[in-house]
């Protein structure tokens, strides 16, 4: 599991980046969390500097990775 970033937005509480496994971990507000496959780390930092964090992920990441849902 990697280290997970506090993130201020109205749709993800927090994201963490497995760069070795090329895994994104992200907890929502509504308490699911999904983990990302493939996703290159510069998506990450792209995630992590975006002015809306929320609005980057539902249109960069949620449709665009094949995920697995944890809870």
């Known amino acids: ?33 999904y983990v990302y496959h493939d996703v290159p780390k510069q998506t990450f930092d792209s995630l992590m500097a975006a002015h809306s964090r ?6 960069e990441i949620s449709k665009g990775f094949r995920f697995t849902r944890r809870k």
Do not use: C, D, W
């Open 1 to 33: 599991m990697p280290k997970l970033h506090p993130i201020n937005s109205s749709v993800v509480s927090a994201a963490g980046y497995n760069k070795e496994t090329q895994e994104l971990t992200v907890h929502l507000r509504s308490g699911a969390e």
């Open 54 to 59: 929320g609005r980057f992920f539902v249109r």
